[in-house]
């Protein structure tokens, strides 16, 4: 599976990344070959992918968590006073797009690297320099970290699924079934579950395989092995 390897693999990079070739592919996109139309279409392009990753995600997660919260309390949370609903985040979108902006991206990107106008100048200020790598990726690779959440300790994912859709994720309890628990297409993946007995600690293992087009393939990944607490 092919990767770009001057395209970051986290969020909040590809956002620094975006932001930048945004401000200056209009002084160096005319050289490259683009003309005005293009120039608008991409810009267009990235300010709502960039809103996406900046805004509407990480707030659609955050409303997300606190509607879990928000039924835990609901059905076994303690004290007198009356629950309150919490507020869900509301936006302003910038103007919608047709579905592909990362590919449109990149094959401009490819388009102007060929072009004659093209120079490695410009592809450092664009942070467009860089081998494609070309290493085949069998499996996924993930990082299980545990963290305190609201009723116990929680397991903080997260995954590189290396130009994949996304990735189908079991585990398995205390060397118990292995169990689907999620499919996911943009990391991290947060394991949330409750404990199996609320006082004692339990081991959770994890393992992944590649998910695309509505089905996983591929082989599993290897099992990683954390420690949940209360």
């Not at 945004?22 to 005005?36: E, Q, S």
């Not at 994720?169 to 999620?182: C, D, Q």
Request: glycine share 10%; hydrophobic share 35%; proline share 8%.
């Amino acid at each position: 599976m092919i990767k770009l390897p001057w395209f970051p693999p986290d969020e909040p990079g590809q956002i620094i990344w975006l932001t930048n070739y945004r401000g200056k592919i209009p002084t160096h996109g005319p050289t490259c070959g683009l003309d005005a139309g293009e120039l608008s279409d991409t810009d267009q392009d990235l300010e709502l992918y960039i809103w996406v990753l900046q805004t509407w995600h990480p707030a659609i997660k955050q409303d997300l968590q606190e509607a879990t919260a928000f039924k835990r309390i609901v059905g076994n949370g303690t004290g007198t006073d009356n629950v309150v609903v919490p507020d869900a985040s509301s936006f302003s979108p910038p103007g919608m797009r047709p579905p592909g902006v990362l590919t449109r991206l990149f094959n401009q990107i490819a388009r102007m690297k060929k072009n004659a106008g093209y120079t490695e100048a410009i592809g450092q200020d664009l942070k467009i320099i860089g081998a494609e790598d070309t290493s085949v990726h069998p499996v996924p690779e993930f990082k299980p970290v545990v963290g305190q959440g609201d009723v116990c300790q929680c397991v903080h994912i997260t995954f590189t699924k290396f130009g994949h859709q996304g990735i189908h994720i079991e585990s398995r309890r205390n060397n118990g079934a292995w169990e689907f628990l999620g499919i996911d297409t943009e990391a991290p993946y947060d394991d949330e579950r409750a404990l199996l007995v609320a006082t004692t600690a339990e081991t959770r293992e994890y393992r992944m395989r590649y998910w695309d087009k509505g089905s996983p393939n591929g082989d599993w990944s290897p099992v990683q092995r954390v420690i949940v607490g209360p």
